[in-house]
């Protein structure tokens, strides 16, 4: 029968089990409540406390009262994984299951019957399997979601061998034993051959000897080791030093494993907000050198006099154009070449000349132009190495994308690390032309959504060059027409000349996403 009632109500429970033994007698009770809420201890209040307990325990607290003067063949209470060995932001879970264990070990010392099984992950509708971040954590860690059919040949096995306290999971040894001893050995699983306990002894990384690039290699080999393993990477090689935590796949309970980690490999007292005050691999490896070392990095920017013939010097530069420009040699080559770099519209970006180009330019919405100066692959572009998803790339204006790539190759060829200017007094001054690219905002859908604003706005193209590397001096985006990038370049040289700027990045941008531009000069007879 299915019979609506709070197992935690004493008074409702007794009456249904009256009713119970009033039709046949009950020959054993399985107690399968659960409630889970997730969450570092300090994020969790008296509520979540309340309600977790109230399910799990009260209600077995008073099937054990209820039930205690019966003869019954069985008396099993679900319990976890997590209060045998515990779980990463699972605290409150993990008390009410040790809690449990505790009731049914008490049940078996008095004589009664009573199995708490310890449950891995179950599969198929399983607590777990609602919530594909914590599945995927969990996986990562070892632990795998158990097919039902599974699970319950070892509920079998449990029962038929009369064990107090089994655990049925299923779990990959080979991972979850390196994720769980990472920072202390475990005496709890040290008779398991398949485990591999890697812990590390604590208060330690030793940098004696080792001069500054050779000590900041050490340290940021060893947070890299260390984010591989709780991310779930097969090694530190998969861990961009320059990505942020977050896009690196961080949430609240990675970031604190990797900071208790931290703790136990260098000896250090480190603040649960550790990725969030240090927001890339590269940067929490520079705070623990400083922090180990005493040293504490400094940079100094010295502002210019404000003087209107203080020479402004050029130290790089990075460039795309027409004609298959890629570089400051190419362009130099085509100039001094003499070559045409005109060319048919580009098959790559979704223009239907048929539709538009007519030689007469008689009708309406018509160009009588078909060739120009194009970009060759304007819409190719590697997010993953400016730490940009491919649904946030795909709603970016070719234009921001563009200044992103070239502002980071004038960078380098500049002789200067691009992530090395974070915090910088580093302004950037962009002449951009309005763009056209993507659907209006209120035409956005599906994976658009969200990203057309920052996507597609003329303020952003300076603002997203300079929020990738971190620059904290002015970002301004310039639209004059023709004459923005020498505006842009006219700013980023006072800016300089006043102080306001220790090193700036000025240029201009233009990707033609639609045939508008030609459409509208054909008009004007301007082509």
């Known amino acids: 029968r299915i019979v609506a009632c709070d197992?935690?109500?004493?008074?409702?429970?007794?009456?249904?089990?009256d009713d119970i033994r009033a039709a046949g007698g009950l020959a054993g009770v399985v107690h399968a409540a659960g409630v889970v809420r997730d969450g570092v201890l300090d994020r969790v209040g008296v509520a979540d406390v309340e309600r977790v307990f109230g399910a799990k325990v009260g209600g077995a607290v008073v099937l054990d009262e209820l039930t205690r003067g019966l003869d019954l063949s069985l008396?099993?209470?679900f319990s976890s994984v997590a209060g045998v060995w515990g779980g990463g932001g699972q605290g409150v879970y993990a008390a009410a299951n040790a809690v449990l264990d505790g009731l049914v070990e008490r049940r078996r010392v008095a004589g009664l019957v009573g199995t708490s099984v310890a449950w891995g992950p179950w599969a198929?509708?399983?607590m777990a399997a609602g919530d594909p971040v914590v599945v995927e954590r969990l996986a990562r860690d070892g632990l795998v979601g158990m097919d039902p059919a599974l699970a319950l040949v070892g509920l079998e096995w449990a029962l038929a061998g009369d064990v107090g306290l089994p655990v049925v999971a299923d779990v990959r040894w080979e991972r979850f034993g390196v994720v769980f001893t990472a920072s202390r050995r475990s005496a709890l699983f040290s008779e398991l051959s398949e485990v591999d306990q890697?812990?590390?002894?604590s208060g330690?990384?030793?940098l004696v000897g080792l001069a500054g690039p050779a000590r900041e290699a050490l340290v940021l080999g060893v947070v890299r080791q260390q984010v591989a393993q709780v991310l779930g990477h097969a090694s530190s090689g998969a861990v961009s030093v320059r990505r942020s935590f977050r896009d690196l796949g961080f949430d609240s309970l990675t970031a604190v494993e990797l900071r208790n980690r931290l703790v136990s490999v260098t000896g250090l007292s480190l603040p649960a907000t550790l990725v969030f005050d240090y927001p890339t691999p590269q940067e929490l490896a520079g705070h623990i050198v400083a922090e180990l070392t005493g040293d504490q990095a400094v940079t100094t920017v010295v502002s210019a006099a404000v003087h209107d013939d203080d020479p402004i010097v050029i130290v790089g530069m990075g460039c795309r154009y027409p004609g298959n420009i890629n570089n400051p040699e190419d362009l130099w080559h085509l100039i001094s070449e003499g070559r045409d770099a005109m060319a048919a519209i580009p098959?790559?970006?979704?223009?239907?000349?048929?539709?538009?180009?007519?030689?007469?330019?008689?009708?309406?919405?018509?160009?009588y132009v078909a060739e120009g100066g194009f970009l060759t692959g304007a819409g190719d572009f590697d997010a993953g190495f400016f730490g940009i998803s491919p649904r946030e790339a795909l709603a970016m204006d070719p234009q921001q994308r563009l200044l992103l790539e070239v502002s980071w190759e004038a960078l380098e060829r500049a002789g200067v690390d691009p992530g090395a200017l974070k915090g910088t007094a580093t302004g950037v001054f962009v002449g951009a032309a309005a763009p056209e690219y993507g659907p209006r905002l209120h035409e956005g859908a599906g994976d658009f959504e969200g990203?057309?604003?920052t996507g597609n706005a003329s303020s952003v193209a300076s603002g997203r060059v300079a929020y990738t590397l971190g620059l904290e001096g002015p970002a301004v985006t310039i639209d004059t027409a023709c004459s923005s990038s020498l505006v842009a370049l006219h700013l980023a040289v006072q800016s300089l000349r006043s102080g306001e700027s220790s090193l700036a990045l000025a240029g201009g941008v233009t990707v033609m996403s639609s045939p508008g531009v030609f459409i509208e000069f054909s008009r004007q007879g301007g082509l």
């Open 451 to 453: 990203y057309l604003l």
């Open 198 to 201: 890697v812990g590390v002894a």
């Open 347 to 367: 098959s790559d970006r979704g223009w239907n000349v048929e539709d538009w180009y007519d030689p007469e330019s008689t009708g309406g919405g018509t160009s």
């Open 75 to 77: 008396f099993v209470v």
């Open 204 to 206: 330690g990384l030793d």
């Open 124 to 126: 198929g509708g399983g």
């Open 7 to 17: 197992v935690t109500d004493h008074a409702a429970m007794s009456g249904l089990i």
